[in-house]
């Protein structure tokens, strides 16, 4: 009897370690996407993005490229369990997921389905 309440209670404990570890892992940081990536050309997309800077308080300043026209846009950005949110509580918010591999970051728009990636600058 003690040695099965000994199991149970090891597997318990172990049980919230690894709920606690797994919630920390997941919890959304906006650090994870701070600081400067460029954008990489690609011919077939209207546009593309000359780089992008995320601050770790939230703002983000994005150089756009549509063709020869080179557009500066800035906002706030937060990041979420499923991604990352530009301008967020705006009729103009926009959600991307991300996918970062290797000093890379991959942003999706899960309407679209369409993808853009990014390479860490600084």
């Not at 919890?27 to 993005?49: L, M």
């Not at 500066?72 to 996918?99: C, H, I, K, M, W």
């Amino acid at each position: 009897m003690r040695q099965r309440r000994t199991i149970a209670l090891t597997l318990s404990a172990a049980a919230l370690i690894a709920t606690g570890v797994a919630g920390c892992a997941s919890k959304p940081s906006n650090r994870a996407i701070s600081g400067t990536w460029q954008g990489r050309a690609e011919d077939d997309r209207p546009f593309t993005f000359g780089s992008v800077t995320f601050a770790p308080d939230g703002t983000y300043t994005a150089e756009a490229k549509y063709g020869d026209t080179t557009r500066v846009q800035s906002g706030r950005f937060v990041v979420t369990e499923n991604g990352v949110v530009l301008d967020p509580g705006t009729d103009t918010a926009r959600t991307y997921d991300l996918n970062f591999v290797d000093g890379t970051v991959t942003f999706t728009d899960p309407i679209s389905g369409n993808a853009m990636t990014l390479d860490r600058f600084r």
